[in-house]
């Protein structure tokens, strides 16, 4: 079946605008990451969802960002009030179980400009 | 959290082999993950490492030491292809969650 689908690919905005970020993981995987990874940097941890659980939201660096999970399913990353700091590559991933490996998708370019 | 280090870059020649090393701290260890990353794409998995020992997968084998908080990738018979940053990875269940940190990546340069 399909991978994990993220929108849009790339988003540039100004400064100061909400953007919304979509991911679709792969059908009847469990879990849900978001990361977020600068130009040479590692993955950051934002956030996990399993299941019907609350999510860990211990990742997410200020109270602009937040996340939902509908149906357990589609996942959406929110960004208020963006700033420059905030550009990157937004990664999400899912997986079957919670210690199966994660699949990551193409991620979303964001630019803050 | 976990304290996850790995060296910053490696070099080496087509054919050889290279070892990239990742060592970790961490209070609720449940699983270490290898992922290849190439420029400008996403992580791909590579190998998965629960117990102690060596996991092989043709050119790729991850060898996984609890006890020390080491763990170690090897890539045999190097190609151009294998140009990329890889990826140690841990999973923390502490708490009942199974959240997965990743080292800063380690990039690999093949030379002919």
């Known amino acids: 079946g399909a991978g994990v689908s993220q929108s849009p690919s790339n988003k540039v905005t100004e400064k100061g605008k909400d953007v919304e970020l979509r991911c679709d993981p792969i059908?009847?995987?469990?879990?849900l990451y978001w990361y977020r990874q600068s130009l040479g940097q590692g993955l950051e941890f934002l956030i996990y969802f399993q299941g019907n659980s609350a999510p860990d939201k211990s990742g997410l660096p200020s109270d602009r960002f937040s996340a939902e999970r509908t149906g357990g399913s589609v996942s959406t990353l929110t960004i208020q009030r963006t700033q420059q700091e905030d550009s990157a590559v937004y990664l999400c991933?899912?997986?079957?179980?919670?210690?199966?490996?994660?699949?990551f998708g193409n991620g979303t370019r964001l630019t803050v400009t | 959290g976990q304290n996850i280090d790995q060296p910053t870059e490696m070099t080496a020649t087509e054919g050889a082999i290279v070892q990239i090393n990742c060592t970790y701290q961490t209070s609720g260890f449940n699983g270490l993950f290898w992922y290849q990353q190439h420029a400008g794409e996403a992580p791909t998995f590579l190998s998965y490492n629960v117990l102690d020992g060596l996991e092989e997968k043709g050119r790729f084998s991850s060898f996984l030491s609890r006890s020390k908080g080491y763990s170690y990738l090897l890539l045999k018979e190097l190609q151009m292809k294998d140009s990329a940053s890889y990826l140690c990875?841990?999973?923390?269940?502490?708490?009942?969650?199974?959240?997965?940190?990743f080292g800063a990546g380690t990039t690999v340069t093949v030379r002919a």
């Open positions: 059908s009847g995987h469990t879990a």
């Open positions: 991933a899912s997986s079957l179980f919670v210690n199966s490996p994660l699949h």
């Open positions: 990875a841990v999973r923390d269940s502490t708490g009942g969650d199974y959240k997965l940190s």
